[in-house]
C-alpha cells in the first residue's frame, strides 16, 4: 500500500504546544527514515485499528509517498481499504525528563519525545503495480537477511514463498 500525505508532513496537527513543533522537512523526512518501523493506523467499524510495519518513503518533487505491506489477514488491511484513510507514526528517541531538571519548585515531571505523523489516502497495490512484498526491502536490507536456522534447509527467497510472485532480488 502507499500513501501520500494529505497534510504535509510537519504540520500543526500533532501537539498542540506549537513551541515543540517542527517544520524542517529534511529532518523530519531524515528522523522518518531513521525510525522506519512505524505505527499505521485507521478505523473499522468504529473502532481504532493499527498495525506495525517498516515504511520506506519515496520523495517525487515535492511530493511523498509511503509504502508498506500489511498482510491482507491483517484487520488493518481491510481497514484501510475500507477509510482509505490511514495516520502513520514515526517514534523516534523518548525519555522521562524529572522536574528536578527544571531547578523550579511546582513543576511536575514530563516525556521527551520525537515522532513524525503522516496522514493521507491509501492506494493498496493491485495486480498490475509493481510487487510490493520483497520491494520494500531496500537492496542492502534483504543483503542481511539472517541466515536460515541450522537443519531448516535453504535461505528464504520470494520465489520459494506461494505467497509472493514477484522477481528476482537481482532484477528489483
Request: a negative charge; zero cysteines.
Given at each position: 500500500?502507499?500513501?501520500?500525505?494529505?497534510?504535509?508532513?510537519?504540520?500543526?496537527?500533532?501537539h498542540p504546544s506549537r513551541v515543540f513543533h517542527e517544520h524542517d522537512r529534511?529532518?523530519?523526512?531524515?528522523?522518518a527514515r531513521q525510525n522506519a518501523f512505524a505505527?499505521?493506523?485507521s478505523s473499522l467499524n468504529n473502532r481504532p485499528i493499527a498495525a506495525h510495519a517498516p515504511v520506506l518513503l519515496d520523495e517525487a518533487g515535492a511530493d511523498?509517498?509511503?509504502r508498506f505491506h500489511l498482510a491482507n489477514a491483517n484487520p488493518a488491511t481491510e481497514?484501510?481499504?475500507q477509510t482509505g484513510q490511514t495516520l502513520v507514526v514515526f517514534t523516534g528517541p523518548h525519555a522521562y525528563v524529572s522536574p528536578d531538571w527544571y531547578g523550579q519548585p511546582d513543576q511536575v515531571g514530563t516525556w521527551n519525545y520525537i515522532?513524525?505523523?503522516a496522514e493521507g489516502p491509501v492506494t493498496p497495490l493491485t495486480a498490475d503495480a509493481p510487487p510490493g512484498c520483497w520491494t520494500i526491502f531496500p537492496p542492502c536490507t534483504r543483503a542481511n537477511l539472517p541466515q536460515s536456522?541450522?537443519?531448516?534447509?535453504?535461505r528464504w527467497t520470494p520465489q520459494s514463498s506461494p505467497a509472493c510472485s514477484l522477481p528476482s532480488p537481482a532484477s528489483s
Open positions: 500500500m502507499t500513501v501520500s500525505p494529505a497534510r504535509p508532513i510537519g504540520t500543526d496537527a500533532m529534511a529532518l523530519l523526512l531524515e528522523t505505527l499505521i493506523i511523498i509517498h509511503l481497514a484501510l481499504k515522532s513524525v505523523e536456522p541450522p537443519g531448516h534447509g535453504t
